[in-house]
């Protein structure tokens, strides 16, 4: 099941546990449970400290708890956590056996300031790259609170639970049976839904920090970028982000760095933001920039949306762009019941099912390429033409499960009992209307910039960018902007980086020339 170099890695693992821990199957006679069994048989003779039995109860088979002898086990995997969810078996593994989190004393404390029971149940699918986040946030929480207990489901080996419940995206989380969120979550993101009081004392402890040099509104690319370079030059930096990463979280295969072939947009993210620690820089996560004033004295505040202010000598705004939404009727009805916007997250969902993708630039395409692997059948819907690069149309062309449609104006999702049922479009040439039956539609049709907190205060383009000039200089003396926000051409994350950069100097340059009085 496991081959000798994982083996081998997890070996080593193993031997920094602390404490015996035991993993109890539920089995049953299918291939799965044969695997899993084989699994967890290899496992437990990797280290004298794990013990391994297949005598479980859980109704869902086949499946297995992580727990301590003795103890009543709060973290079960059900299904085989492979791919991506191979590390969140690991970490489940390491932590249950004592080997301390790397996470934040505070947060740790948190956790376990918790009261009240605390029953998770998250569907995932083993192509997800967010779901793995989720899932080790969650089994984390279980290992330091009695009264939380945390199960993964693999939602394409238990499709009659996912039609029941009506899960059509991933990550699902339930809550003591009822929905508590959907798609990707920080541990921070979750302990602040169950801990109420969190917000406001974050707020308080925000507004007493220290005027910074540069201040950083947003934790993409661009905004890691720019904090890196001004912590460079010994500013005093802080970096005020919903998450940090952005939408690079959500990107699978980055191919625009020269160096090597593909990245990994989590891989990334990480990478961005452990240089940005190396340096020190003041990290708040999760706070949404609600407003930006610039004071007769030259410091600009940024009021965010849970309360909190900040104060800097300058700002480098880079919150990027959300995915567009086609705003027909039926799409915010059915989103996360067969209106998705990430198919590698969403399409195993809709395995041997017909699907629709909406939009013809590079994201529709490599969408509809990816979703042909997986589904029964793709029909991509495009505007006017493929906009696409030639490499990634002749891939599409070469694929016998996807038709393309061209000069469509898309009307209306239509569903019935909660989920997708189908897909009216328009023919832009004589406006003749069609209807396509599908079970999903994954929309890819562009960005939007996250300036709506901004308008009335510096100067947009007609599509709600933010202007800047050659240097990142906004409207506002002092105020900088990159990235996918502004008016920069092309859109892209290697493109976003240089920008940060940029700007980032552009603030540097800005505060040597003040006054020695405002300096």
Known sequence: MLDDTIKTQLKAYLERLQRPIELVASLDDSDRSVEMRTMLDEIGALSERVAVRHDGADARRPSFTVGCPGDTARIRFAGLPMGHEFTSLVLALLQTGGHPPKVEKSVIEQIQA??????????????????????????????????????????????AEVDERRIMAVP???????????????????????????????????????????????????????????????????VVAERFGGQVLET???????????????????????????????IMNLQQAKSLTVRDNGLAEIHLAGGGVLKSRSVVISTGARWCEMNVPGEKEYRGHGVAYCPHCDGPLFKGKRVAVVGGGNSGVEAAIDLAGVVGHVTLLVRSKLRADAVLCERLAELPNVEVITGVQIEEVTGDHGKVNGLVYSDRADGEKHRIDVAGVFVQIGLLPNTDWLKGTLTLSKNGEIEIDAKGQTSLPGVFAAGDCTTVPFKQIVIAIGEGAKASLAAFDHLIRLPAATA
Do not use: W
């Not at 946030?137 to 499709?159: E, K, Q, T």
């Not at 625009?256 to 990480?270: H, P, R, W």
């Open 114 to 159: 918790l009261t009240g029971e605390f029953h998770f149940e998250t569907f995932i699918s083993l192509s997800c790259h967010n779901c793995p986040d989720v899932v080790q946030a969650l089994n984390l929480m279980a290992v330091l609170n009695p009264g939380i207990r945390h199960d993964m489901i693999d939602g394409a080996l238990f499709r």
């Open 252 to 282: 699978q295969a980055i191919e625009n760095f020269i160096s090597v072939k593909e990245t990994d947009g989590q891989k990334l993210a990480a990478g961005l933001e452990q240089h940005v620690r190396d340096y020190g820089v003041d």
């Open 172 to 238: 699902t989380v339930f809550l003591n049976g009822q929905p508590f969120g959907q798609g990707r979550m920080s541990l921070e993101e979750i302990i602040t839904k169950l801990d109420t009081g969190a917000a406001a004392r974050e707020a308080e402890k925000i507004s007493a920090k220290e005027t910074f040099d540069v201040l950083v509104v947003g934790g993409g690319p661009a905004g890691a970028s720019a904090a890196i370079y001004a912590a460079r030059k010994g500013l005093r930096t802080g």
